[in-house]
Nanobody, 119 residues
């Protein structure tokens, strides 16, 4: 199993920036990909970005392209989500997830960190 702990959330004005961190521990060598999801109040959880371990390739949802950047630090077993030009619509609880088994889903999840963007 991989344990994930998110940090870096907070309150920011529209147009501001935040950097989320996701520290992984445990069987991190089994990681195939890591991702960020978010859930806004009253809405379903949605994919934000992921990064594939094999080739470091990122993928983003359309609404965050050009504003968010996912990256990794292998030495620290940490994945980051740099969020710039934040909008009130980005307000949500952000969750880090890891895929450690071949398949369509992420099987390890963090507890989440709250991001609130004021207008």
């Amino acid at each position: 199993q991989v344990q994930l702990v998110e940090s870096g959330g907070g309150l920011v004005q529209a147009g501001g920036s935040l950097r989320l961190s996701c520290a992984a521990s445990g069987r991190t060598l089994s990681t195939l990909a890591m991702a960020w999801f978010r859930r806004a109040p009253g809405k379903e959880r949605e994919f934000v970005a992921n990064i594939i371990w094999r080739d470091n390739s990122p993928t983003y949802r359309d609404s965050v392209k050009g504003r968010f950047t996912i990256s990794r630090d292998n030495a620290k077993n940490t994945v980051y989500l740099q969020m710039n030009s934040l909008k009130p619509d980005d307000t949500a609880t952000y969750y880090c997830a890891a895929q450690t088994r071949v398949g369509p889903t992420y099987d390890c999840w963090g507890q989440g960190t709250q991001v609130t963007v004021s207008s």
